[in-house]
T-cell receptor, first 115, second 111 residues
Framework: EAGVVQSPRYKIIEKKQPVAFWCNPI?????LYWYLQNLGQGPELLIR????????DSQLPKDRFSAERLKGVDSTLKIQPAELGDSAVYLC?????????????FGEGSRLTVL | RKEVEQDPGPFNVPEGATVAFNCTYS??????FFWYRQDCRKEPKLLMS???SGNEDGRFTAQLNRASQYISLLIRDSKLSDSATYLC????????????FGTGTKLQVIP
């Protein structure tokens, strides 16, 4: 069974440029998460989707970050314009509803470097 | 106070040693608890859930203390392959599935 797929794996851009990350969750997983992880820190939630609805975006910096999950499957996270402090790994995860087993399945992440 | 707190380490232990990590959480309404493992430059993966009565999985034992609001992970007979960062994860659960990760505790098992 295919896991969570993310692209691109690596992205280097100059500040003020836009960037977009794509995520394809595990088939059948209705919950999708975008996390940000800085070096030496744990993942921090940016946004959580239940199907196509964003149910928790309280930590998403909405002035420059946006996300969408059309048709409740794939998702895109966009940053425009990027700032130096946005350099991090952006992790996408998916899970079956309920989280009774707590298992979030993560993609390999998209590592962003802003110069 | 952070919602989930861990000692970042690193914990440097010799092979065969027993090592324990603690994690404290601030929200008494938290309902479920987990330990994830993250290898260097890899994604986090579920290691084990933490049940109220405590649970074991081979060399790993997880315990929950609701009164003091902490969970623990004990690793016996440490292997070189146990070297990783161990993330504590707390889920408030119920109708509000808020999953919060700790900063992680780094373990280095030394030959």
């Amino acid at each position: 069974e295919a896991g969570v797929v993310q692209s691109p794996r690596y992205k280097i851009i100059e500040k003020k440029q836009p960037v977009a990350f794509w995520c394809n969750p595990i088939s059948g997983h209705n919950t999708l998460y975008w996390y940000l992880q800085n070096l030496g820190q744990g993942p921090e939630l940016l946004i959580r989707y239940e199907n196509e609805e964003a149910v928790d975006d309280s930590q998403l910096p909405k002035d420059r970050f946006s996300a969408e999950r059309l048709k409740g499957v794939d998702s895109t996270l966009k940053i425009q314009p990027a700032e130096l402090g946005d350099s991090a790994v952006y992790l996408c995860a998916s899970s079956l509803g309920g989280l009774t087993r707590g298992e979030l399945f993560f993609g390999e992440g998209s590592r962003l470097t802003v110069l | 106070r952070k919602e989930v707190e861990q000692d970042p380490g690193p914990f440097n232990v010799p092979e065969g040693a027993t090592v324990a990590f603690n994690c404290t959480y601030s929200n008494s309404a938290s309902q479920s608890f987990f330990w994830y493992r993250q290898d260097c430059r890899k994604e986090p993966k579920l290691l084990m859930s933490v049940y109220s009565s405590g649970n074991e999985d081979g060399r790993f034992t997880a315990q929950l203390n609701r009164a003091s609001q902490y969970i623990s992970l004990l690793i016996r007979d440490s292997k070189l392959s146990d070297s990783a960062t161990y993330l504590c994860v707390v889920n408030i659960g119920g109708g509000y599935q808020k999953v919060t990760f700790g900063t992680g505790t780094k373990l280095q098992v030394i030959p």
